[in-house]
């Protein structure tokens, strides 16, 4: 008996984490996360195609989140006027903030960081390092 326990001990596990393998992935490529609110913008990116978005989105959140010194800041979209990033700096990509009162912000974003919409031919994902712009629409 002592003898099946270690293997089916092994087994379970195994079977257990591969059931886990959809957690914090990435969403399936025809599903975007409906955020709370619906954010319009014109999306660039790195190649220069422009496509215009409704129901955009940061991981399904509705603000950007990231690094401003040491500390981590989230700015809400309905204060964002127009995003510029730059290249990737290792991990993180800087981004320039536009706000609607015309000031000017800085911060980090994580590369990685997915940002989803819905484009009038079906929707849209894309990384953060491969974004050049984001307009929002008033």
């Known amino acids: 008996m002592k003898r099946f326990l270690a293997p089916m001990a092994i087994l379970s596990s195994f079977l257990f984490l591969?059931?886990?393998?959809?957690l914090g992935g990435t969403?399936?490529?025809?599903?975007v996360p409906s955020p709370e609110k619906n954010f319009s913008v014109k999306v660039?990116?790195?190649e220069g195609i422009q496509t215009s978005l409704s129901q955009f989105s940061q991981g399904g959140k509705i603000f950007?989140?990231?690094?401003?010194?040491?500390?981590?800041?989230?700015?809400?979209?309905e204060k964002i006027s127009q995003i510029q990033f730059q290249a990737a700096e290792g991990?993180?990509?800087?981004?320039?903030l536009t706000l609607k009162t015309r000031e000017g912000l800085e911060m980090r974003v994580d590369k990685r960081s997915k940002f989803y919409g819905k484009?009038?031919?079906g929707t849209f994902q894309i990384d953060a390092k491969d974004l050049k712009a984001v307009s929002f629409t008033p």
């Open 64 to 77: 950007l989140a990231g690094k401003r010194g040491s500390a981590t800041v989230t700015v809400p979209f």
């Open 119 to 121: 484009a009038d031919f």
């Open 27 to 31: 969403a399936p490529p025809n599903k």
């Open 91 to 96: 991990n993180e990509i800087p981004a320039k």
């Open 18 to 22: 591969m059931g886990m393998g959809e």
């Open 44 to 46: 660039t990116d790195r």
